[in-house]
């Protein structure tokens, strides 16, 4: 499954809309990133995120604040964001730091500025099935499985890892679209023997290649979002691709929808926060 060329394309309609938006409104819609510390990896993060946004025609806001910065203080840099007109979209690079009450950070993002779809009100919209911001890896999961036609009704969906910004959400949004869900963790007893029988599944873990081919049912639908040191995945590719039916690799599967979604999520938030009516 191309995630690279289907995130191109959705970039392309954001940057269309966005140029849209600026010329009608004078307005730019604009993603604001908060970054706490210096982590190289998520500095990195935000710089690839920053630089699809000007690609696209999105402006983009940085904040960086100090390692040391308290919940408190981050609270207030998100609670000012929220409250600034000229700023669509809000995201707060995560992990923030084992001393940041990051559910406390997360929630003071208003929700029409939650693009990154990390409060409780974006998560309890996914899964009541209302509108809202989805998060982006499992939003982003979905528009692969609708573009290859994967019908999902009765099939059985096996979810290996139960994050609250990947595992769970996507597992409510597989059900939604009627599979039959089934969610596995670290304590899960015998995965291989779930994930044997699994039509479509779902890799969201973060262990390199835990998931091995063999364990694959033939004509399975697999998506691996995990990321690992070396650009490894959480699915042995090699031997997981000669079973499967359809399957993401690593990098150029999940990883470029994550953004991509992202950026749609902002001209989508700059669109209603505008008031703007496409002609
Ligand atoms: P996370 O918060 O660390 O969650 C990992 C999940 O995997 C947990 O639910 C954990 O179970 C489960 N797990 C750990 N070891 C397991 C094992 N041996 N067998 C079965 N389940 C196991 O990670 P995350 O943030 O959801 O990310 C998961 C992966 O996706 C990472 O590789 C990350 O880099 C990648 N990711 C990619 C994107 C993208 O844009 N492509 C975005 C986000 C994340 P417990 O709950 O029991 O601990």
């Known amino acids: 499954m191309d995630g690279r060329g289907l995130a191109k394309r959705i970039v392309m309609e954001a940057a269309a809309r966005a140029a849209e ?62 409250k600034d007109p000229d700023v669509h979209g809000i995201l707060l690079q995560h992990p923030c730091g084992p001393h940041i009450d990051e559910r406390a950070a997360f929630e ?26 989805v998060s982006c890896t499992p939003g982003g999961i979905m528009r692969l499985l609708e573009e290859y036609d994967v019908d999902l009704t009765g099939q059985h969906a096996v979810v290996v890892g139960r994050s609250a910004i990947l595992g769970k959400p996507v597992g409510m949004l597989l059900l939604a679209k009627n599979a039959t869900v089934t969610y596995c963790h670290s304590r899960t007893v015998d995965l291989p023997a779930i994930v044997r029988e699994a039509d479509v599944v779902v890799a969201a873990v ?35 691709h000669t079973r499967a039916r359809l399957i993401t690799p690593v990098p150029g599967g999940v990883g470029p ?23």
């Open 108 to 133: 003071a993002i208003a929700p029409e500025k939650d693009v990154d779809g990390v409060t409780m009100r974006s998560f309890a919209a996914m899964g009541f099935g209302l509108p809202g911001f």
């Open 206 to 240: 973060g262990r390199p290649r835990l998931i091995c081919g063999e364990d694959i049912k033939p004509g399975a639908v697999v998506i691996d979002a995990g990321y690992n040191a070396g650009n490894v995945g959480d699915v042995d590719f090699d031997t997981a």
């Open 21 to 82: 938006i600026s010329q009608r409104t004078g307005t730019v819609p604009c993603l604001a990133t908060v970054l706490v510390g210096e982590d190289p990896a998520s500095a990195t993060y935000v710089r690839m995120k920053q630089a699809r946004c000007a690609k696209a025609g999105i402006r983009s806001r940085h904040i960086g604040l100090p390692a040391d910065t308290t919940t408190a203080e981050l609270i207030e840099a998100l609670t000012s964001l929220s």
């Open 257 to 279: 929808m994550t953004i991509a979604v992202l950026l749609a999520q902002t001209v989508d938030a700059a669109v209603h926060q505008l008031g703007f009516q496409r002609h």
